[in-house]
């Protein structure tokens, strides 16, 4: 998307290019809860809440994880905004 903005390129190239990442994104989320059922269809759904719990922790430690690593204030503020 970064480069659309570069080479000027017309607002419905944007639109179909999101669209279509959007799209295979959704394909992904398929692919990966079939997974549960093949591999253990009376317990897919203790995997799939097993698997979830680590995906959420992980992703709720992440922020706190760049806070102890990233110890420098910001001192431009402008170049957040």
Request: proline content about 5%; glycine content about 8%; aromatic content about 10%.
């Amino acid at each position: 998307m970064a480069v659309l903005g570069i080479f000027q390129v017309s607002p419905t190239v944007g639109v179909v290019l999101l669209t279509l990442a959007l799209a295979l994104k959704a394909a992904t989320y398929v692919g990966f809860s079939v997974n549960y059922v093949d591999l253990a269809p009376q317990f897919s759904g203790t995997l799939f809440g097993v698997g979830n719990l680590v995906a959420v922790s992980v992703s709720s430690l992440a922020p706190l994880t760049v806070g102890l690593i990233v110890t420098e204030p910001v001192r431009y503020l402008i170049a957040w905004a």
